[in-house]
């Protein structure tokens, strides 16, 4: 069946189910950190390499923009909209895969900015994945980046959200149904 007569229902349930198996295992895992762990504490997973470092951050990535923690918080609201708004259009699995990712984490991370402490809407986020020599991080964000990684690796290879392939010829551009 080509990519022009699925039915878009099927694309925004399945980026749905994906969004909700992020947000479920991010709220899941950072419970799981605020149980067992105390702030601050850290403990080794893998050698040095991987650590659980539970943190609560009042920024974004690598801790920037503390101050401004509002402003994250619209722009995880906007994006989380502007995704649900944009998924009726899609015909594509990988592409309702990468943009139920980035729904899930970024409805994950904004769940933390309206509902912890210090509260809405400049909450901090549940951080516990520390790779060495690089930030601390949670599931919401492996999420973001992966889905957003896969949405970049989509687009290089032509694959458009509507289930077509943009083939760049010599003269011209065509598109093409998978």
Known sequence: MNG???RPAVF???????AL????????????????MQLGESISVVGDWVRWHYILNPGAAFSLGED???????IMA??????MLYLPRVRSWPW????G????????????????WPGFPSGHVVDFIHVKHFAVFNTADCGVVIGIALIALLLLM???????????TRDTGSRTHD
Do not use: C
Request: glycine share 12%.
């Open 12 to 18: 925004v349930l399945g980026a749905a189910l994906t």
């Open 21 to 36: 198996v992020v947000y479920v295992l991010d709220q899941a895992t950072k419970a799981f950190v605020e149980r067992t």
């Open 158 to 168: 032509g694959r458009e959200p509507d289930g077509t392939r943009y083939s760049k």
């Open 68 to 74: 401004h923690t509002w402003v994250f918080t619209a």
């Open 78 to 83: 906007v994006v989380s909209v502007g995704i």
């Open 101 to 116: 990712m980035v729904l899930g984490g970024a409805l994950g991370n904004l769940t933390d900015r309206l509902f912890r």
């Open 96 to 99: 309702a895969l990468g943009l």
């Open 4 to 6: 022009s007569k699925r």
